[in-house]
């Protein structure tokens, strides 16, 4: 079992940064390939990050590709999504995901374990 919390959200003006931080509870974080995925109001859930269980590889939406950057430290069970370059339409809530297979996937319906989300807001 895996514990997902996000943190690192707020409201910033469009042009600016945030990093999101997910913290993971459970020995076997390292093992897992976690996911960032977004869902903003009215629309459905999107990815938007990935990366593999040992930082080897990384995958983006094509949104967000030279924007963001997806980082793992396996010694500290944590996840980050730095985000620069902040649109309007990058306001969602923003969750990580873990999945308990070997590879990581666009796709959320493959991820085990999910945080709560935290929202980001991009004003223009």
């Known amino acids: 079992q895996v514990q997902l919390v996000e943190s690192g959200g707020g409201l910033v003006q469009a042009g600016g940064s945030l990093r999101l931080s997910c913290a993971a509870s459970g020995r076997t974080f390292s093992s897992y390939p976690m996911g960032w995925f977004r869902q903003a109001p009215g629309k459905e859930r999107e990815f938007v990050a990935a990366i593999t269980w040992n930082g080897a590889r990384r995958y983006y939406a094509e949104s967000v590709k030279g924007r963001f950057t997806i980082s793992r430290d396996n010694a500290k069970n944590t996840v980050y999504l730095q985000m620069n370059s902040l649109k309007p339409e990058d306001t969602a809530v923003y969750y990580c995901?873990?999945?308990?297979?070997?590879?990581?996937?666009?796709?959320?319906?493959?991820?085990?374990?999910w945080g709560q989300g935290t929202q980001v807001t991009v004003s223009s």
């Open positions: 995901a873990a999945r308990g297979g070997p590879l990581a996937t666009m796709t959320s319906s493959a991820y085990d374990y």
